[in-house]
């Protein structure tokens, strides 16, 4: 017993130290306001990074190459094609303004049809906007159309197959029938708990179908009215001759002769009434042109000129053709300071002389940039649950 008492003393006699005594003396405690101003630092630099994050930002930008011209050019009036000319649509000696059509070749297509048709293109493109099928109902299906006849036709098929769809109004009967039979099977709702399940089920089937087709009619129409738009670019292009820029246009005696021209021969000339009036042009595509507006600032790094020597040009986005061509959408920039850079150095004009543009658009602050793409797949994400269930 006894020596069971001296070995339970031993053992409560051990002490267990971590450290050694110089250790402790040389650590001691952390004082409190140590620990307080650490933390409160801690939540300020946090705060600051937050504040500095929302109000610092930094605008988004849309690079591409343009090419620079001068209006102020006198410009020669050629043909597009060879052919016999059918109308001058200006008289001689007469003012033009930029983009009037001076005459049109002869060929297959009636004139008045493609100016009646242009108008009605107008119709289509509100259609995309408000999915009002009345405003494809005076779309013309009889027109002569020349060399363009096999993109028309598509076009035309396209318009129809929106037009069958929206007068059946399969989906609004069909719709009113299962609305008629929900009423029914919910006046005695658990006896019939399965069959509205089932109709529920069909009433979001017949949604989806509606969807989807509205959806195939109008990938439909939009692949037609993009491949139509570009037949009529290249009929023009083919067929008629416009003028470049703002002037005087002095025909030559081929108005008055026999009116036949070969690829290339000239019509006349255009003298300019602008003085050193230049113009930038560039083509972006269909994810580029979004966020872009007249009045857009634009820097553009010439490539004959270095920027480091000669500074960069300035100019604004004077238009937007929202037409697409190829997909691209044409861009116009002018120059207020006219070619006069950065540096104030004057940039002399020649011709084919092109550079790298920077479109500035809208701008966005560091935080909405972080947070922005996080809130967008937290609904996305949401929508695909609910959807599912």
Same mark, same amino acid.
């Given at each position: 017993?006894?020596?069971?008492?001296?070995?339970?003393?031993?053992?409560?006699?051990?002490?267990?130290?971590?450290?050694?005594?110089?250790?402790?003396?040389?650590?001691?405690? #952390?004082?409190?306001?140590?620990?307080? +101003?650490?933390?409160?630092?801690?939540? /300020?630099?946090?705060?600051?990074?937050?504040?500095?994050?929302?109000?610092?930002?930094?605008?988004?930008?849309?690079?591409?190459?343009?090419?620079?011209?001068?209006?102020?050019?006198?410009?020669?009036?050629?043909?597009?094609? +060879?052919?016999?000319?059918?109308?001058?649509?200006?008289?001689?000696?007469?003012?033009?303004?930029?983009?009037?059509?001076?005459?049109?070749?002869?060929?297959?297509?009636?004139?008045?049809?493609?100016?009646?048709?242009?108008?009605?293109?107008?119709?289509v493109e509100q259609y995309?906007?408000?999915?009002?099928?009345?405003?494809?109902?005076?779309?013309?299906?009889?027109?002569?159309?020349?060399?363009?006849?096999?993109?028309?036709?598509?076009?035309?098929?396209?318009?129809?197959?929106?037009?069958?769809?929206?007068?059946?109004?399969?989906?609004?009967?069909?719709?009113?029938?299962?609305?008629?039979?929900?009423?029914?099977?919910?006046?005695? #709702?658990?006896?019939?708990?399965?069959?509205?399940?089932?109709?529920?089920?069909?009433?979001?089937?017949?949604?989806?179908?509606?969807?989807?087709e509205i959806e195939k009619?109008?990938?439909?129409?939009?692949?037609?009215?993009?491949?139509?738009?570009?037949?009529?670019?290249?009929?023009?292009?083919?067929?008629?001759?416009?003028?470049? +820029?703002?002037?005087?246009?002095?025909? /030559?005696?081929?108005?008055?002769?026999?009116?036949?021209?070969?690829?290339?021969?000239?019509?006349?000339?255009?003298?300019?009434?602008?003085?050193?009036?230049?113009?930038?042009?560039?083509?972006?595509?269909?994810?580029?042109?979004?966020?872009?507006?007249?009045?857009?600032?634009?820097?553009?790094?010439?490539?004959?000129?270095?920027?480091?020597?000669?500074?960069?040009?300035?100019?604004?986005?004077?238009?937007?053709?929202?037409?697409?061509?190829?997909?691209?959408?044409?861009?116009?920039?002018?120059?207020?300071?006219?070619?006069?850079?950065?540096?104030?150095?004057?940039?002399?004009?020649?011709?084919?002389?092109?550079?790298? #543009?920077?479109?500035?658009?809208? +701008?966005?602050?560091?935080?909405?940039?972080?947070?922005?793409?996080?809130?967008?797949?937290?609904?996305?994400?949401?929508?695909?649950?609910?959807?599912?269930?």
């Open positions: 017993m006894d020596k069971f008492t001296n070995s339970s003393e031993k053992e409560t006699s051990v002490q267990i130290e971590l450290h050694h005594k110089e250790v402790t003396d040389l650590l001691g405690d #952390a004082p409190k306001w140590l620990i307080h +101003s650490g933390s409160y630092l801690l939540y /300020g630099i946090l705060f600051l990074l937050l504040t500095g994050a929302s109000l610092i930002s930094y605008p988004d930008v849309v690079r591409g190459t343009v090419f620079i011209d001068d209006l102020a050019n006198v410009e020669w009036v050629t043909a597009n094609s +060879s052919g016999q000319i059918e109308t001058f649509f200006v008289e001689n000696n007469s003012l033009v303004k930029r983009g009037d059509t001076i005459c049109i070749m002869q060929n297959p297509a009636f004139l008045d049809d493609v100016k009646k048709f242009c108008q009605i293109l107008t119709n995309y906007l408000t999915n009002k099928t009345d405003l494809l109902r005076t779309f013309p299906f009889d027109l002569t159309m020349g060399e363009m006849s096999g993109a028309y036709e598509n076009f035309t098929k396209a318009v129809r197959s929106c037009m069958i769809y929206d007068d059946h109004n399969y989906y609004s009967q069909r719709k009113s029938f299962f609305q008629k039979e929900m009423t029914i099977l919910e006046r005695d #709702a658990e006896k019939n708990e399965l069959a509205i399940l089932r109709l529920e089920r069909d009433i979001f089937e017949l949604s989806i179908s509606h969807k989807m009619n109008r990938e439909q129409l939009e692949l037609a009215y993009e491949n139509m738009v570009n037949s009529m670019r290249t009929w023009e292009s083919k067929y008629l001759v416009r003028s470049h +820029s703002e002037g005087r246009i002095i025909l /030559g005696e081929v108005r008055i002769l026999t009116r036949m021209v070969n690829t290339g021969d000239t019509l006349g000339s255009i003298i300019s009434s602008n003085k050193e009036e230049f113009v930038a042009r560039l083509q972006l595509e269909q994810e580029q042109i979004v966020g872009v507006e007249a009045g857009n600032p634009v820097y553009i790094r010439l490539s004959k000129y270095p920027e480091h020597t000669y500074g960069i040009l300035t100019g604004i986005v004077s238009s937007i053709n929202f037409v697409p061509y190829n997909k691209q959408y044409a861009i116009e920039i002018s120059f207020p300071d006219q070619l006069r850079t950065t540096a104030n150095k004057e940039i002399k004009y020649e011709l084919g002389i092109k550079g790298e #543009a920077e479109i500035i658009t809208y +701008s966005h602050s560091v935080l909405s940039r972080i947070f922005n793409p996080i809130y967008a797949l937290f609904i996305k994400t949401k929508d695909e649950i609910k959807n599912r269930y």
